[in-house]
Nanobody
């Protein structure tokens, strides 16, 4: 497993933007990395993923068109640029890494990821 550390969370007004970062402790050799989020009393929700070696990405329906995932393999990092934020985006955001080679849909399932960060809080005020 790889150690992941998220950063960049905070408090922002609705309509604003934030950029989350996730850094891996070692060069990541797995298949994909993703972002998930979780609000109190709710299940962990898929936000976005990116394959490590190719440009394939995917987004959850609630964030598509507003969020953008990117990667920097040289620095063992991925990012999540969040724009047009809404109060319902408030959650703890988690970075995750997968070592499984799956079809795109498979990366929407939290069970596909073996390593997780501790999370970073994002709060969007109305």
């Amino acid at each position: 497993q790889v150690h992941l550390v998220e950063s960049g969370g905070g408090l922002v007004q609705a309509g604003g933007s934030l950029r989350l970062s996730c850094e891996a402790s070692v060069p990541f050799r797995g298949s994909a990395m993703g972002w998930f989020r979780q609000s109190p009393g709710k299940e962990r929700e898929f936000v976005a993923f990116t394959r490590r070696t190719v440009g394939t990405t995917g987004y959850g329906a609630s964030v598509k068109g507003r969020f953008h995932i990117s990667k920097d393999n040289a620095n063992n990092a991925i990012y999540l640029q969040m724009s047009s934020l809404k109060p319902e985006d408030t959650a703890i955001y988690f970075c995750a890494a997968s070592d499984r080679y799956l079809a795109t849909a498979g990366y929407r399932d939290p069970a596909s990821y073996a390593s997780w960060g501790q999370g970073t809080q994002v709060t969007v005020s109305s």
